[in-house]
């Protein structure tokens, strides 16, 4: 063949497959805004159903309209917006009471909710999907009047199934992909007569503590809304935070549930991993067993937690899914009184409190030590090594390339931009930088070094056998020292959007107790103070390296903000964590009302 013909066939093929991966890729990015803007179309949708639905029902409940007898609630004086605000100001148990013997409905409980609930997303951008079906659960709910829960409205995570519905997890492939059945905790839910009715906004991928994905957007603080709720339930936190819903359900692998509790001023309870179902549960890593997910509630008090653990922790559960243990709640601990051994420490040695949450330890050590309790100094062995070569060795196992993967097809939310490009680094990048980087910045060496995962199979198998080691090692030290449960900060207070990306750093006090498997929660304790932020003008961090810097721009402008603490317990002791957690909230409350 002439060489001139041969240059010129290779160039059109060359050229030709060029343009067949351009028209692919474009024909592929069409698809993907396509299905962002199908899933756009149909919340809006939902919402506008719901606000038809609550206004049909605000017609059929005014008395200059209908000749219908009111409701029994509705024949005291108050008016009808004074009605929703006393239906708005009841916890979950009296709630369930008061629908119970009749003086309130389920059906006037849930249209409160929805409209309080419209108002809160219209502000905070916090809604993934409106549950309208929970309009047919009413009719079911008649006859069914003994569930812990019956006719509290009740919202759940963007991941947790609902027949229907997307688990979307904030990634565009899981769109257009609605559940076949309800998860287990939903249909326990349905069974102790809750009503699921919004399902709630997530960061991209799950993995991020902040909360915002290409789908569905940016989710606010319902304190300020210049700052992050947290995540990744954090729509719940914001929900929740904003008056919304009066219990949810969140999840939990390094914080996901303390946290946005911790940044909205509520509570929050991470469960030990598999005391609840995770059956129905969606997730952009499946398969990942180093560190365990917890399905957990969400809500203004303690209480209210308790109640929903109880509700959750029934034969109905067991039987649905016979791997969960069938251990029902146990209310004797939960209302114990006795004097309790608690341990505590103010500062991890990684990442240094900001100066609110160390006032916050310092202050509720000095109630529970007022109070009658033992404190004792504690110390997390090996933190370091937990964090860095159990907990993210083992998360991001495979390079983070499952994550990474689940991401294709759409664009990288901007709050994860700064987390997620040091994942798709060669693994060889990735370890030259992790030795350059070391003399310079250990933690940040450390932290690009966890990023190349285990390596192989056998290396994984390793580190699964080392985490149960460390288990041991620390529960060990927890014995030495007879405690009962644990007293430790909480992150906090709020951030500024977009830097949860870029402080990975930050998490260890939360995802050192997903590692371990232990019960923890997240109780508000004070509000950021003035003093509290012109401390933060003296903050250097313990390594005073860049992401000490970073830290004291995200916590900045919260004067005002709730700040929390960290209760824990050691596994299958989750009623125990949750009587300290009470504990702690009737001390704060006792401190606040004197």
């Known amino acids: 063949m002439d060489p001139a013909w041969a240059s010129g066939l290779t160039a059109a093929v060359l050229g030709g497959g060029a343009l067949l991966f351009l028209v692919k890729r474009r024909s592929e990015q069409q698809r993907a805004r396509d299905k962002v803007q199908a899933a756009r179309r149909r919340r809006d949708a939902s919402l506008r159903r719901a606000e038809e639905a609550v206004r049909r029902f605000q017609e059929t409940v005014s008395p200059e309209r209908s000749p219908r007898t009111p409701e029994p609630f509705l024949t005291s004086r108050l008016d009808p917006a004074a009605a929703s605000a006393e239906v708005l100001s009841l916890s979950p148990a009296e709630l369930a009471a008061q629908c119970r013997d009749g003086a309130l ?43 812990l829960l019956y006719g509290v409205p009740v919202s759940i995570k963007d991941s947790l199934g609902y027949t229907g519905h997307d688990s979307s997890c904030g990634v565009i492939c899981k769109l257009e992909d609605p559940a076949a059945e309800d998860s287990v905790v939903v249909k326990v839910l349905k069974r102790q007569g809750a009503i699921p009715f919004m399902k709630t906004n997530i960061p991209q991928g799950l993995l991020n503590y902040d909360c915002s994905n290409p789908i569905y957007g940016l989710t606010l603080n319902p ?50 991993s598999n005391r609840i179902s995770m059956r129905g549960l969606s997730s952009c890593c499946p398969g990942q067993k180093s560190v365990g997910t917890s399905i957990g509630p969400m809500a203004r008090d303690v209480d209210s937690l308790a109640l929903c653990m109880k509700a959750l922790l029934c034969e109905n559960m067991f039987v649905l899914d016979p791997t969960v243990p069938p251990i029902p709640f146990n209310e004797q601990v939960y209302l114990s009184t006795k004097r309790l051994r608690i341990g505590y420490y103010e500062n991890d040695g990684m990442q240094q409190p900001s100066p609110s949450m160390s006032r916050a330890l310092r202050d509720t050590k000095d109630l529970l030590e007022r109070a009658g309790h033992t404190l004792l100094p504690f110390t997390v062995p090996r933190l370091t090594y937990a964090i860095y ?12 390339a499952t994550l990474l993967n689940s991401m294709k097809g759409g664009p990288i939310d901007p709050c994860l931009k700064g987390q997620t490009v040091p994942y798709g680094l060669p693994w060889l990048v990735k ?21 190349c995962g285990v390596g192989s199979v056998p290396a994984l198998w390793k580190n ?48 050192i107790y997903n590692l371990l498997n232990f019960p923890a929660g997240a109780v508000p304790v004070s509000t950021v103070t003035a003093e509290d932020e012109a401390n933060l003008n003296h903050y250097k961090g313990n390594f005073q390296d860049y992401w ?7 916590v900045r402008g919260a004067e005002g903000l709730p700040v929390a603490v960290q209760c824990v317990a050691l596994p299958w002791q989750d009623e125990l964590c949750l009587r300290f957690m009470r504990e702690v909230e009737q001390l704060v409350r006792e401190k606040n009302q004197i």
């Not at 000490?548 to 995200?554: G, N």
């Open 389 to 400: 070569e159990l907990f993210c060795k083992g998360v991001l196992a495979d390079e983070g």
């Open 464 to 511: 699964h056998a080392a985490v149960e080691n460390y288990i041991h090692e620390v529960v060990s030290e927890w014995r030495r020292l007879e405690l009962d449960v644990m007293l430790c900060p909480m992150l906090g207070p709020a951030y500024n959007h977009t830097y949860a990306g870029k402080l990975t750093c930050a998490l260890p006090n939360t995802t």
């Open 223 to 272: 304190q300020n809304p210049q700052k992050t709720p947290g995540g990744s339930s954090g729509g719940e936190g914001a929900l929740i935070g904003g008056g919304g819903s009066i219990l949810g359900l969140g999840t939990d692998i390094g914080g996901s549930i303390r946290i946005p509790a911790s940044f909205c001023g509520i509570c929050g309870f991470k469960p030990t």
């Open 548 to 554: 000490d810097k970073v830290f004291v721009k995200a």
């Open 105 to 147: 409905s389920p059906r006037r409980v849930l249209h409160v909710y929805m409209e309080k609930a419209l108002e809160v997303q219209e502000k905070l951008n916090c809604c993934t999907d409106f549950l309208m079906e929970s309009q047919q659960q009413l009719a079911q709910l008649e006859g069914q009047r003994d569930g």
């Open 431 to 451: 370890k030259v930088l992790s030795v350059l980087l070391k003399p310079i910045s250990p933690r940040l060496s450390s932290s690009i070094d966890a990023l």
